[in-house]
Protein backbone atom coordinates (compact mmCIF):
# COMPACT_ATOMS: atom_id res chain seq x y z
CA UNK A 1 0.00 0.00 0.00
CA UNK A 2 1.41 3.59 -0.34
CA UNK A 3 1.93 5.31 2.07
CA UNK A 4 3.59 8.87 3.16
CA UNK A 5 4.59 9.84 6.36
CA UNK A 6 5.65 13.22 7.54
CA UNK A 7 7.82 13.92 11.18
CA UNK A 8 7.33 15.73 13.16
CA UNK A 9 3.77 15.79 13.65
CA UNK A 10 4.83 19.10 15.29
CA UNK A 11 8.04 21.26 15.41
CA UNK A 12 8.53 24.70 17.22
CA UNK A 13 11.40 26.47 17.07
CA UNK A 14 12.89 29.86 18.07
CA UNK A 15 13.32 32.72 15.47
CA UNK A 16 16.71 31.99 13.88
CA UNK A 17 16.72 28.73 14.93
CA UNK A 18 17.37 26.09 11.41
CA UNK A 19 15.73 22.58 11.37
CA UNK A 20 14.78 19.79 9.08
CA UNK A 21 11.31 18.37 8.61
CA UNK A 22 11.16 14.78 7.00
CA UNK A 23 8.48 13.31 4.13
CA UNK A 24 9.08 9.18 3.98
CA UNK A 25 7.40 7.52 1.24
CA UNK A 26 6.60 3.73 0.47
CA UNK A 27 4.97 4.02 -3.14
CA UNK A 28 4.90 1.59 -6.48
CA UNK A 29 6.53 4.16 -8.72
CA UNK A 30 7.04 7.79 -7.66
CA UNK A 31 6.33 10.67 -10.95
CA UNK A 32 6.87 13.71 -8.17
CA UNK A 33 6.90 14.80 -4.36
CA UNK A 34 5.35 17.81 -3.91
CA UNK A 35 5.20 20.20 -0.94
CA UNK A 36 2.90 22.76 -0.02
CA UNK A 37 2.70 25.31 2.98
CA UNK A 38 -0.86 25.51 4.61
CA UNK A 39 -2.21 28.25 6.56
CA UNK A 40 -5.15 28.21 8.63
CA UNK A 41 -8.54 28.50 7.25
CA UNK A 42 -6.43 28.45 3.54
CA UNK A 43 -5.86 25.96 0.72
CA UNK A 44 -2.37 24.65 0.80
CA UNK A 45 -0.10 26.76 -1.41
CA UNK A 46 2.36 25.04 -3.58
CA UNK A 47 5.76 25.43 -3.20
CA UNK A 48 8.58 22.68 -4.87
CA UNK A 49 7.74 19.78 -6.85
CA UNK A 50 11.04 17.21 -7.01
CA UNK A 51 11.13 14.77 -9.33
CA UNK A 52 14.42 12.43 -9.10
CA UNK A 53 16.92 11.35 -6.39
CA UNK A 54 18.84 14.17 -5.65
CA UNK A 55 17.09 16.68 -7.06
CA UNK A 56 17.24 20.03 -5.09
CA UNK A 57 14.68 23.14 -4.96
CA UNK A 58 14.97 26.53 -3.04
CA UNK A 59 12.73 29.25 -2.17
CA UNK A 60 13.64 31.64 0.29
CA UNK A 61 14.15 30.21 3.40
CA UNK A 62 13.09 26.32 2.14
CA UNK A 63 15.07 24.01 0.67
CA UNK A 64 13.67 20.90 -0.84
CA UNK A 65 15.79 17.38 -0.88
CA UNK A 66 14.88 14.11 -2.84
CA UNK A 67 16.24 10.82 -1.94
CA UNK A 68 14.84 7.67 -3.17
CA UNK A 69 13.07 7.02 -0.43
CA UNK A 70 12.27 10.31 1.38
CA UNK A 71 12.40 14.09 1.33
CA UNK A 72 13.52 16.93 3.90
CA UNK A 73 12.13 20.59 3.88
CA UNK A 74 14.78 22.73 5.23
CA UNK A 75 14.11 25.88 6.86
CA UNK A 76 17.32 28.23 7.60
CA UNK A 77 16.90 30.94 10.04
CA UNK A 78 13.05 30.63 10.47
CA UNK A 79 11.00 33.59 10.57
CA UNK A 80 7.66 33.99 12.66
CA UNK A 81 5.78 34.09 9.36
CA UNK A 82 6.85 30.75 8.51
CA UNK A 83 4.80 29.25 11.20
CA UNK A 84 2.40 27.03 9.01
CA UNK A 85 1.51 23.26 7.93
CA UNK A 86 4.02 22.17 5.96
CA UNK A 87 2.54 19.61 3.57
CA UNK A 88 4.05 16.28 2.20
CA UNK A 89 2.29 14.94 -1.20
CA UNK A 90 3.32 12.30 -3.79
CA UNK A 91 2.56 11.92 -7.54
CA UNK A 92 2.34 8.23 -8.78
CA UNK A 93 3.34 7.08 -11.81
CA UNK A 94 0.55 4.78 -13.92
CA UNK A 95 -1.70 5.85 -15.54
CA UNK A 96 -4.70 5.64 -13.50
CA UNK A 97 -3.03 7.69 -10.86
CA UNK A 98 -2.66 10.34 -13.16
CA UNK A 99 -2.78 13.65 -11.71
CA UNK A 100 -3.38 12.58 -8.35
CA UNK A 101 -1.82 13.46 -4.86
CA UNK A 102 -1.23 11.69 -1.56
CA UNK A 103 -1.13 13.38 1.28
CA UNK A 104 0.84 12.92 4.79
CA UNK A 105 -0.44 13.83 7.55
CA UNK A 106 1.85 17.11 7.76
CA UNK A 107 4.24 19.11 9.98
CA UNK A 108 3.00 21.93 12.04
CA UNK A 109 5.59 24.35 12.72
CA UNK A 110 5.69 27.24 15.21
CA UNK A 111 8.52 29.88 15.09
CA UNK A 112 7.96 32.11 18.40
CA UNK A 113 10.00 35.45 18.37
CA UNK B 1 0.13 29.25 -12.00
CA UNK B 2 -3.57 29.18 -11.95
CA UNK B 3 -6.04 31.28 -9.98
CA UNK B 4 -8.77 29.55 -8.43
CA UNK B 5 -11.93 30.69 -6.75
CA UNK B 6 -14.30 28.85 -5.13
CA UNK B 7 -17.78 29.61 -3.87
CA UNK B 8 -19.01 29.15 -1.01
CA UNK B 9 -15.88 30.02 1.56
CA UNK B 10 -18.03 28.53 4.34
CA UNK B 11 -21.74 27.41 5.11
CA UNK B 12 -23.45 26.12 7.76
CA UNK B 13 -25.95 23.43 6.86
CA UNK B 14 -29.11 21.19 8.23
CA UNK B 15 -28.48 17.84 8.25
CA UNK B 16 -30.29 16.03 5.38
CA UNK B 17 -29.76 19.14 3.09
CA UNK B 18 -27.28 19.21 -0.06
CA UNK B 19 -24.89 21.64 -0.37
CA UNK B 20 -22.75 22.94 -3.96
CA UNK B 21 -19.63 24.26 -3.89
CA UNK B 22 -18.20 25.85 -7.31
CA UNK B 23 -14.92 26.02 -8.73
CA UNK B 24 -13.92 28.18 -11.36
CA UNK B 25 -10.86 28.54 -13.06
CA UNK B 26 -8.52 31.50 -14.54
CA UNK B 27 -7.85 30.05 -17.36
CA UNK B 28 -8.49 26.25 -19.07
CA UNK B 29 -6.98 23.33 -17.20
CA UNK B 30 -6.78 19.53 -18.23
CA UNK B 31 -7.11 18.23 -14.49
CA UNK B 32 -9.26 19.04 -11.66
CA UNK B 33 -9.94 17.31 -8.78
CA UNK B 34 -11.89 17.75 -5.38
CA UNK B 35 -10.61 16.71 -2.08
CA UNK B 36 -11.72 16.63 1.49
CA UNK B 37 -9.74 17.98 4.76
CA UNK B 38 -11.50 16.71 7.68
CA UNK B 39 -11.04 18.15 10.94
CA UNK B 40 -7.65 18.30 11.91
CA UNK B 41 -6.53 15.88 9.44
CA UNK B 42 -4.43 16.20 6.27
CA UNK B 43 -6.31 15.74 2.40
CA UNK B 44 -8.08 12.94 1.03
CA UNK B 45 -9.03 12.97 -3.03
CA UNK B 46 -12.66 12.54 -3.46
CA UNK B 47 -12.90 12.64 -7.29
CA UNK B 48 -11.36 13.33 -10.62
CA UNK B 49 -14.07 15.74 -12.00
CA UNK B 50 -13.79 14.94 -16.04
CA UNK B 51 -14.69 17.31 -18.35
CA UNK B 52 -17.53 15.78 -20.79
CA UNK B 53 -17.55 12.32 -18.74
CA UNK B 54 -18.27 11.09 -15.32
CA UNK B 55 -15.63 11.96 -12.78
CA UNK B 56 -13.91 9.33 -11.29
CA UNK B 57 -13.92 8.58 -7.35
CA UNK B 58 -11.81 7.08 -5.13
CA UNK B 59 -12.11 3.96 -3.12
CA UNK B 60 -14.88 5.21 -0.11
CA UNK B 61 -16.87 8.04 -2.15
CA UNK B 62 -19.79 7.79 -4.49
CA UNK B 63 -21.40 9.61 -6.97
CA UNK B 64 -24.98 9.54 -4.87
CA UNK B 65 -22.90 11.37 -1.97
CA UNK B 66 -20.81 12.99 -3.78
CA UNK B 67 -22.39 14.38 -7.17
CA UNK B 68 -19.57 16.18 -9.38
CA UNK B 69 -19.87 18.31 -12.47
CA UNK B 70 -17.36 19.62 -14.84
CA UNK B 71 -19.21 21.25 -18.34
CA UNK B 72 -16.23 22.81 -19.47
CA UNK B 73 -12.57 23.40 -18.92
CA UNK B 74 -12.27 26.33 -16.61
CA UNK B 75 -15.03 25.35 -14.38
CA UNK B 76 -16.61 22.66 -11.93
CA UNK B 77 -18.73 21.78 -9.12
CA UNK B 78 -19.28 19.40 -5.85
CA UNK B 79 -22.91 18.87 -4.45
CA UNK B 80 -22.07 17.14 -0.75
CA UNK B 81 -25.87 15.34 -0.66
CA UNK B 82 -27.78 14.73 2.30
CA UNK B 83 -25.53 15.56 4.81
CA UNK B 84 -24.91 14.29 8.02
CA UNK B 85 -22.60 15.95 11.13
CA UNK B 86 -19.65 13.47 9.47
CA UNK B 87 -19.30 15.48 6.07
CA UNK B 88 -18.33 18.72 8.58
CA UNK B 89 -15.16 19.21 6.62
CA UNK B 90 -12.97 21.75 4.13
CA UNK B 91 -13.67 20.72 0.52
CA UNK B 92 -10.92 21.65 -1.97
CA UNK B 93 -10.53 22.14 -5.23
CA UNK B 94 -7.61 21.34 -7.51
CA UNK B 95 -5.90 21.90 -10.62
CA UNK B 96 -2.97 20.02 -12.32
CA UNK B 97 -1.11 22.55 -15.05
CA UNK B 98 -0.01 21.17 -18.12
CA UNK B 99 2.31 19.13 -18.23
CA UNK B 100 0.84 17.60 -15.48
CA UNK B 101 3.22 16.84 -12.76
CA UNK B 102 5.18 20.41 -12.46
CA UNK B 103 2.50 22.12 -10.65
CA UNK B 104 -0.76 21.75 -8.92
CA UNK B 105 -2.71 24.64 -7.32
CA UNK B 106 -5.48 24.27 -4.84
CA UNK B 107 -8.30 27.13 -3.92
CA UNK B 108 -8.96 28.48 -1.02
CA UNK B 109 -11.56 26.02 0.42
CA UNK B 110 -14.65 25.67 1.45
CA UNK B 111 -15.25 25.17 5.46
CA UNK B 112 -18.64 23.22 5.79
CA UNK B 113 -20.42 22.63 8.92
CA UNK B 114 -23.19 20.28 9.30
CA UNK B 115 -25.59 20.74 12.33
Known amino acids: EDQVTQSPEALRLQEGESSSLNCSYT??????LFWYRQDPGKGPEFLFT???AGEEKEKERLKATLTKKESFLHITAPKPEDSATYLC??????????????FGQGTILTVHP | SAVISQKPSRDICQRGTSLTIQCQVD?????MFWYRQQPGQSLTLIAT?????????ESGFVIDKFPISRPNLTFSTLTVSNMSPEDSSIYLC????????????FGQGTRLTVV
Open chain 2, 94 to 105: SVGTAPLGTEAF
Open chain 1, 27 to 32: VSGLRG
Open chain 1, 50 to 52: LYS
Open chain 1, 89 to 102: AVQLSGGTSYGKLT
Open chain 2, 27 to 31: SQVTM
Open chain 2, 49 to 57: ANQGSEATY
